[in-house]
């Protein structure tokens, strides 16, 4: 049972484009979580998601940031115009109901 | 507004000598504590969950505990191996929406040295 998959690992935009960050739950698990982390901080949610919903978005930034979690296919949490300030390890995560989440290896965003 | 309070910030220890991590939280109604150890450059691994305060978990050398007001990881005889970054989480069953959101701390990093 492969764990939460994250893809790509590390991923280099220039300001002004577009990232894309995908993530595959573990089989059987139907909620997704992302979360941020920034050196020397704690991770910080952004949004929870169920396939086609999303719950609760109250860690997205209003602007440029959006995710989604289609019927067929994994996550996507996508950051348009990318500035400085969005370089950091993005985690996803997924569970099921009321259990314990289970987080992937991440993707580290560097923002040049 | 949750908060989750990790101390200390950082501890070094020598292989063998116990000691313990705390986790205090302010949560208007606790569901769940989450204990995960991070690795540089990995992912939290899951570790522990607990529910209910006086309940308590082990795990090879680690032990979680848990009180109304704060959280313990004791850890016995460690080894370098288990040095890392232990991260706490609260989830709170008054969440708007039902939200299965975390909140994490900072964390303690833990250097166990040979």
């Known amino acids: 049972n492969a764990g939460v998959m994250q893809n790509p690992r590390h991923l280099v935009r220039r300001r002004g484009q577009e990232a894309r960050l995908r993530c595959s739950p573990m089989?059987?698990?139907?909620?997704v979580y992302w979360y941020r982390q920034l050196p020397e901080e704690g991770l910080k949610f952004m949004v929870y998601l169920q396939k086609e919903n999303i719950i609760d978005e109250s860690g997205m930034p209003k602007e440029r940031f959006s995710a989604e979690f289609p019927k067929e296919g994994p996550s996507i949490l996508r950051i348009q115009q990318v500035v400085r300030g969005d370089s950091a390890a993005y985690f996803c995560?997924?569970?099921?109901?009321?259990?314990?989440?289970?987080f992937g290896q991440g993707t580290r965003l560097t923002v040049v | 507004e949750d908060q989750v309070t990790q101390s200390p910030e950082a501890l070094r220890l020598q292989e063998g000598e116990s000691s313990s991590l705390n986790c205090s939280y302010t949560?208007?109604?606790?569901?769940?504590l989450f204990w995960y150890r991070q690795d540089p450059g990995k992912g939290p691994e899951f570790l522990f969950t607990?529910?209910?305060a006086g309940e308590e978990k082990e795990k090879e050398r680690l032990k979680a505990t848990l009180t109304k007001k704060e959280s313990f990881l004791h850890i016995t005889a460690p080894k370098p191996e288990d040095s890392a970054t232990y991260l706490c989480a609260v989830h709170n069953m008054s969440q708007q929406g039902g939200s299965e959101k975390l909140v994490f701390g900072k964390g303690t990093k833990l250097t166990v040295n040979p």
């Open positions: 949560v208007s109604g606790l569901r769940g």
């Open positions: 089989k059987g698990h139907s909620h």
């Open positions: 607990l529910y209910s």
């Open positions: 995560a997924s569970s099921r109901l009321r259990r314990e989440a289970f």
